[in-house]
Structures are given as structure tokens and as C-alpha cells.
């Protein structure tokens, strides 16, 4: 792919705003960054319009500095707050109709390789919980059971954070939000399993709590889907607008959950899958 095409075009330099203009003299491309390196490049315009203490915006700018290779990768994105937030970032990105985003990816990544069959072209869906578990599930279940080789990273919030707070699948039991006033019936989603048992050959639970270790999972569930089949990740992404915690506690939530094990990490990866990342990760073994 000739790099560039993330340049801007001739003449339009002048009247770019400066925050764009750093998404592309100060971008990730070529330069093998990661989370330690944030703060020192340009991955996201700073007044992005998600809301002070998004765990989501936190949880994308940790997963754009994971990247592998930035360079050749494309986001297929969902309707959600997400979808506010990926214009605003220095990747190639698709906005896809509520749900279809798996779809969308799964024709990309094919049209990628027939176009670059010697190259590696990295397809990554993030989309929020109810864009992957319950309205677009039965499109990212089929990519799975195909063995599709795209990445699949869920912005768990646990609501429909961007409409106004309605319960999703991924909603604890007895969560109250705006819509959803008398606790929701039923038990989130255990959809790493789902992703498990559904032909994914890596899959993890992470949160933004742990830089470096999500970091590690965005790595080993991009690198594993250019070569091995489907992979799965679920970000914990919590949101003080609908859950009512103050815009500095959403650390201290993530971190809270897992200690009173209502949010569990957790990684599961196939035979085939483990033998792959020993060779590509010099021969580490499972963290």
C-alpha cells in the first residue's frame, strides 16, 4: 500500500485544523510504538466528544497503541459512542450499520487478500457490547463459526450507553439505568465462552486497568488472526454518565469488579494458536 495516501493532499495543508494535522505528522505509522509510548505521538485528536472518564475512549487509545502494524490496518466500527470517536483517530477506519460491522470486515479482509496476497492486512471490528452481543450477534457469531481471520474487540460499558442508558446483554443482573429502572432481569452474557466454543482461536477478557496486558492481548489477537482463524477480545470499558460515578473513579470500578470477581480476566487459546505465538513471540511462553 503506498503510504502516501495518509498524507495530505497538496493545496489542503493550509486550511487543515492543527489537531488533524498532527494525526498525520505525528501519527503512529512506521514507528513500532506501544502504550508506553502515549502522550509521545499523536494516535487521537485530545478533545475527542466522548465524556470525561469514558472508559471506552480510555480502552481505544490503549488498543490503537497496541497495534502491531498500524499502517495496515483498517477498524470497521458500529453505531455507538464509539462511532463519535473513530473520525477522530490516526487509523484507517469503516463505519459500518448498526451490527453489520462483522459482515463489513469479513468482506474487506477477503477483498484485502486477493488484492495483497503477499502482505499482512489487519481487519479489527471494535464495536461497543450492544453492536457485538445482541443486536450484531448473530453476524459475528456466522464470522466465527466461518473462521474468518478478523479481530472482534467488544467496548464492554455493560448498557446502550450512547441512547440513553438502556440495559444491553452485557448488563450485570440488577443493573438500574435510566431505562431499565427496575433492574434487568437477567445474567450478562458470557460471550468469551461463546467465543470460545465458537471456533475463535484466541479470546481474552482485559480491561484498560492493565495497560501492559492489554496491550499483550491486542497484540496476540491481531497477530493469531492474520494466521490461525477468528479472534475475540472483551475490553471492560465502564461508563460513569450511565452507571452515576464520578468522571476519576473509573480505574477504581474496573478495579473493584475484578476483585469482587463480577468481572473476571481471562484467556483462552487453542493448541494451534499457542503454537503460533511461541514462534512469533520468540518463543514465550503463556503469560
Not at 102 to 127: E, M, S, Y
Not at 169 to 191: D, E, N, T, W
Not at 258 to 271: A, F, L
Request: contains cysteine; glycine residues 8%; charged residues 25%.
Amino acid at each position: 500500500m503506498n503510504k502516501n495516501l495518509f498524507k495530505i493532499s497538496p493545496g489542503f495543508e493550509d486550511i487543515m485544523p492543527e489537531e488533524y494535522k498532527d494525526l498525520v505528522e505525528r501519527g503512529p505509522y512506521g514507528k513500532n510504538y506501544g502504550v508506553a509510548d502515549l502522550g509521545s505521538y499523536k494516535e487521537l485528536i485530545e478533545e475527542h466528544p466522548l465524556c470525561a472518564g469514558c472508559g471506552l475512549a480510555l480502552s481505544v487509545r490503549l488498543t490503537l497503541a497496541s497495534l502491531p502494524s498500524p499502517e495496515d490496518t483498517i477498524i470497521v466500527g458500529s453505531t455507538g459512542c464509539s462511532s463519535l470517536l473513530f473520525p477522530q483517530v490516526a487509523i484507517q477506519n469503516i463505519h459500518s450499520l448498526f451490527g453489520n460491522q462483522n459482515a463489513v470486515a469479513t468482506g474487506l479482509k477477503r477483498a484485502l487478500k486477493l488484492r495483497f496476497p503477499n502482505q499482512n492486512k489487519d481487519v479489527v471490528v471494535i464495536a461497543g457490547d450492544g453492536a457485538t452481543a445482541d443486536i450484531g450477534l448473530d453476524m459475528v457469531l456466522q464470522s466465527w463459526f466461518r473462521g474468518e481471520l478478523i479481530s472482534t474487540i467488544m467496548l464492554d460499558n455493560e448498557a446502550y450507553a450512547n441512547t440513553g442508558g438502556q440495559e444491553s446483554g452485557m448488563s450485570m443482573r440488577g443493573s438500574v439505568l435510566y431505562m431499565a429502572p427496575k433492574g434487568k432481569k437477567f445474567s450478562k452474557i458470557q460471550l468469551p465462552e461463546i467465543a470460545r466454543e465458537s471456533g475463535c482461536a484466541y479470546v481474552a477478557a482485559i480491561s484498560p486497568a492493565n495497560p501492559r496486558k492489554l496491550e499483550k492481548a491486542v497484540k496476540r489477537a491481531i497477530l493469531v488472526a492474520r494466521e490461525v482463524g477468528p479472534t475475540y477480545l472483551q475490553i471492560f470499558a465502564p461508563c460513569p454518565t450511565n452507571y452515576k460515578f464520578k468522571n476519576n473513579e473509573t480505574i477504581q470500578k474496573i478495579k473493584e469488579r475484578e476483585k469482587d470477581g463480577t468481572y473476571v480476566m481471562r484467556e483462552y487459546i487453542t493448541p494451534e494458536a499457542q503454537e503460533y505465538l511461541d514462534k512469533v513471540e520468540g518463543g514465550k511462553k503463556n503469560a
